[in-house]
Nanobody
Framework: QVQLVESGGGLVQTGGSLRLSCVVSGLTFSTSGMGWFRQSPGKERDFVAAITWMGGSTYYADSVKGRFTISRDNDKNTLYLQMINLKPEDTAVYYC?????????????????WGQGTPVTVSS
């Protein structure tokens, strides 16, 4: 049984920082491409960032480029999303997503495995 468990969300002021974590079990994490998505009420789930199996390549949505950093620790089966200079428009539930393929993917349909989400609220 594959499980992805996010943590680290919360309430932060504009300009603040948060670090999200996602612990993965039941999946060969070290050979899995991973991603972060986010969803606001009434909106579709949007791509945020993705990373290849060894972390050698990353890809970001334009809206977070330069402010968010995706990384992974394959020894700890953990995916991270460091977020700085947060803006009110970053407010959403953030989801960790995994796939058995090693390469980058940016569409929700490309990820069969999902966490339950962790909420991030950025106050103005």
């Amino acid at each position: 049984q594959v499980q992805l468990v996010e943590s680290g969300g919360g309430l932060v002021q504009t300009g603040g920082s948060l670090r999200l974590s996602c612990v993965v079990s039941g999946l060969t994490f070290s050979t899995s491409g991973m991603g972060w998505f986010r969803q606001s009420p009434g909106k579709e789930r949007d791509f945020v960032a993705a990373i290849t199996w060894m972390g050698g390549s990353t890809y970001y949505a334009d809206s977070v480029k330069g402010r968010f950093t995706i990384s992974r620790d394959n020894d700890k089966n953990t995916l991270y999303l460091q977020m700085i200079n947060l803006k009110p428009e970053d407010t959403a539930v953030y989801y960790c997503a995994g796939r058995s393929l090693r390469n980058i993917a940016t569409k929700p349909i490309d990820f069969p495995y999902w966490g339950q989400g962790t909420p991030v609220t950025v106050s103005s």
